[in-house]
């Protein structure tokens, strides 16, 4: 059994309005073959599908004011701390020293690889040699979502193992690596491809996270042509994963970190609650633990019957 976490950097549950959501716009099949008909919008939400498909708004402002950002957002999510709260504000888009501090001590990776000495959690995503060269020295630029992965102690993917289908580009496809990386030789892979790829690679491990950035990127460009690429890149991933995970003995949570790309009436972040679609075994009891940001990493350890992490100098929660 595996959870998977596809965590998608900028999406919001905004309005049914495909005038200014491209969420409500595109056909995006498996998608709404998930949700009954429904789009990933706010009028799709506590609703239980025949699919065994839950989906939740969780709350991304966490009490503070000011549009949510994604480094105490992403903070809060794996490490089930308020972040924001303790820092007194949103803060982005990468780690403020607080939440590197917290992750240290508290994060979702570190306790699942921990507790599981082979098969504990895996980062999906494969990142180019340059990258993994500052890595290796120190000066790398880490989203919170791949800091967290790397305090956790989790190995960090490359080109041999995207050429094997044992991780995935951060476009889904892997045209974009010899385009724009300049790393040739690559296996061309439709999305649903890449989408049976990361089922097959979250069927060997506890935990295992992958992180799609470009549809914050799409939001803040507010480029119609780039959203709908980028949504049906994800909607194949999602065929792939449905099609080759376990629903009684797999969980897939797609979740985020704060609003953006649902509305195309603004190029910043938003106010809306994120998703937090929940597919697969236990899916109904995941659901009813999520309210906000805060609750993801503690119902994944219930999920993968842990306990909660240690509380160490910041409560759970606070």
């Avoid at 939740?56 to 994604?70: E, F, I, K, R």
């Avoid at 570190?110 to 995503?125: I, P, S």
Wanted: one cysteine or more; proline letters at 7%.
């Amino acid at each position: 059994m595996g959870c998977l976490i596809l965590f998608l950097d900028g999406v919001g549950l905004g309005d049914d309005d495909p005038l200014c959501n491209p969420l409500a716009a595109a056909p995006l099949p498996a998608l709404r073959r998930l949700l009954d008909g429904h789009s990933l919008t706010q009028s799709a939400a506590h609703i239980g599908h025949q699919t065994n498909t839950w989906l939740q708004p969780l709350d991304a402002t966490l009490g503070v004011p000011g549009l949510p950002q994604s480094g105490t957002g992403q903070a809060t999510l794996w490490s089930g701390v308020n972040v924001a709260a303790q820092l007194g504000r949103h803060s982005g888009p990468y780690a403020p020293p607080l939440a590197r501090d917290i992750l240290q001590q508290v994060n979702l990776f570190k306790v699942v690889q921990t507790r599981f000495h082979r098969g504990g959690a895996a980062f999906a995503n494969a990142f180019p040699p340059r990258y993994l060269d500052r890595l290796a020295r120190g000066t790398a630029r880490q989203s919170v979502t791949s800091l967290a992965a790397h305090l956790g102690g989790v190995l960090f993917r490359g080109h041999h193992e995207l050429a094997h289908g044992q991780a995935l580009s951060a476009f889904v496809t892997n045209e974009m690596w010899e385009s724009r990386l300049g790393v040739p030789g690559l296996p061309v892979i439709t999305a649903r491809e890449a989408g049976i790829h990361l089922a097959r690679l979250t069927q060997a491990y506890a935990l295992t996270v992958f992180e799609y950035f470009a549809t914050d990127m799409a939001g803040h460009r507010a480029e119609p042509d780039m959203a709908d690429d980028v949504l049906a890149r994800l909607d194949g991933l999602l065929d792939g994963l449905v099609a080759t995970l376990d629903p009684q003995r797999d969980l897939l949570l797609v979740t985020s970190d704060h609003g953006n790309l649902e509305d195309t009436t603004t190029t910043e972040h938003t106010l809306n609650p994120v998703p937090a679609l929940v597919w697969g075994a236990g899916a109904d009891e995941i659901a009813a633990r999520l309210g906000s940001l805060v609750d993801v990493t503690p119902a994944v350890l219930h999920w993968l019957a842990l306990p909660h992490l240690p509380k160490g100098s910041y409560p759970l929660g606070g």
